[in-house]
């Protein structure tokens, strides 16, 4: 089997994984937002945000947290069930004027128009089953639909991790582990895909019982 093909049928196979772990475990993260959202929402409303774009919202506990901080929210995640929860719960809570949702392949250019957003937020979906390629693509796809100065605040798995390793190897530094493939970012990735913005801040946390490391990445397009 081919690198593209490999390719395709991870992405295939992680789409139903995901389908499946959202039907079967609705709400699985729960309701409280994750520290990047958190952080991202102070963020984006210090620089005067007013509209985010979510790339992997899941079922939405972070979108969610940015419409009661007063953002408008556009929701994009490849699986339609956790945004169906999302837009569930938005309407639940009075928020759904402030929260649409799209189901996005961000393999594909995005379906928003060109600097349409003031901020982009995408906690652990650039380290999902993605190539460097295709990682490269959604940057040049997050700067296309972000207004000048506009802030982009992502998250990743990194090679510290104690997952990176472990596991089903694809290549290019993706591992699958449990049912669920991450791409592990080496610090140069994240140089690389600064280039051209100001690169604000690499923070280092870890998140869970593992615990899994990370990097909270911020940032910004020129004006």
Do not use: K, N
């Amino acid at each position: 089997m081919s690198a593209e093909e490999d390719g395709r049928r991870l992405a295939r196979s992680q789409r139903e994984h995901w389908e499946r772990t959202y039907g079967a475990h609705p709400g699985m993260y729960g309701d409280r937002p994750s520290a990047p959202a958190v952080y991202a929402a102070g963020t984006f409303l210090d620089a005067g945000a007013r509209d985010v774009l979510e790339l992997g919202a899941g079922h939405g506990r972070d979108a969610l947290h940015f419409a009661r901080s007063g953002l408008t929210v556009r929701a994009a995640d490849f699986s339609p069930v956790g945004l169906e929860q999302l837009r569930e719960r938005a309407a639940a809570e009075g928020l759904g004027a402030r929260v649409t949702t799209t189901v996005v392949d961000v393999r594909e250019p995005l379906p928003f128009a060109d600097a349409s957003v003031d901020a982009v937020f995408a906690h652990m979906l650039l380290c999902m089953a993605l190539s460097t390629e295709d990682v490269h693509a959604l940057v040049a796809e997050v700067r296309r639909v972000l207004r000048p100065g506009g802030t982009f605040v992502y998250t990743v798995r990194h090679t510290g991790d104690a997952h990176y390793g472990a596991g089903t190897g694809h290549g290019d530094d993706i591992w699958e582990h449990g049912g669920f493939a991450v791409h592990f970012f080496p610090r140069e990735l994240v140089d690389a895909l600064a280039d051209g913005w100001a690169l604000d801040e690499v923070h280092a946390f870890e998140e869970g019982d593992l615990p899994r490391r990370l990097w909270r990445v911020t940032q910004t397009l020129p004006r």
